[in-house]
């Protein structure tokens, strides 16, 4: 028994010696191997003990710190285009109908035959801010004021500072009488304009095309239009499309 368990103790000492053999082996043919593929020095300051077991990718151009940016572009340039919608919405919505242009409709036939009941029509309201009105200019304004929501649509006839007078259907603008041919018939009433009007700095006298049964400045209820009342200038006619174009 004493030599079988001695012979046994060799051979289990024969085998480990051969393990050890082997994994020494190992172990420097795997040091040649890295030695091959990364022979940079491990001191090396740029060098970390990551880069020995990791391949480095190949350099593209374009850092990390460089495409970064890129996502914070894309977050600005969204942001910038929100704003700008929303204030393309803003205009559109209060800025052009109420300082620039604005659609509105004709209520009435005091403007015949020139503009006809219910007809749609561009107003704009440049001109009478810039004291650009002239004589003719069809006008839209509120003739009890900006706080009540009616508004006429009547024709310039006296602008401000002259004197406004009708006698016998002739209009007479400071003594000398107005050649136009707007309205659709002769002038029956004179109405408050029988006498002369004197117009202030900032009033106009505007009548309807329809003279007849247009109730404008020749009416106490009407009178002369101040600026601050007018609402704006009608230019354009876009109904009906039988009708459409620049109002004269």
């Excluded at 440049?126 to 003739?143: G, K, N």
């Excluded at 500072?161 to 002038?187: A, C, H, M, R, W």
């Amino acid at each position: 028994m004493k030599v079988l368990y001695r012979v046994l103790t060799v051979y289990m000492a024969e085998i480990e010696r051969k393990f050890h053999m082997s994994y020494k082996a190992d172990e420097n043919d795997k040091s040649e191997i890295d030695t091959e593929v990364a022979p940079r020095p491990v001191n090396n300051e740029y060098t970390t003990e990551k880069d020995d077991f990791e391949l480095e990718e190949p350099y593209n151009g374009i850092s990390v710190k460089e495409q970064e940016p890129v996502v914070k572009s894309n977050a600005k340039g969204f942001i910038y285009d929100l704003i700008f919608y929303a204030v393309l919405i803003f205009v559109c919505i209060y800025i052009l109908p109420n300082f620039v242009i604005q659609r509105t409709i004709v209520d009435g036939s005091s403007m015949a035959n020139t503009l006809l009941d219910g007809e749609h029509l561009y107003v704009e309201k440049l001109s009478y801010r810039f004291d650009a009105l002239d004589r003719y200019d069809i006008i839209l304004f509120y003739p009890y004021g900006r706080e009540n929501e009616e508004y006429y649509v009547k024709r310039i006839i006296g602008l401000p500072g002259e004197t406004v007078q009708i006698i016998d259907s002739d209009i007479y603008i400071n003594g000398e009488i107005l050649e136009e041919n707007f309205g659709k018939d002769p002038i029956e009433e004179p109405g408050r304009a029988d006498e002369p009007i004197i117009l202030g700095k900032d009033e106009f006298f505007v009548m309807g095309d329809n003279r007849n049964v247009s109730k404008d400045s020749r009416t106490e209820e009407v009178g002369n239009v101040k600026k601050e009342n007018i609402g704006g200038r009608a230019i354009f006619r876009i109904k009906p499309l039988s009708r459409f174009g620049t109002l004269e």
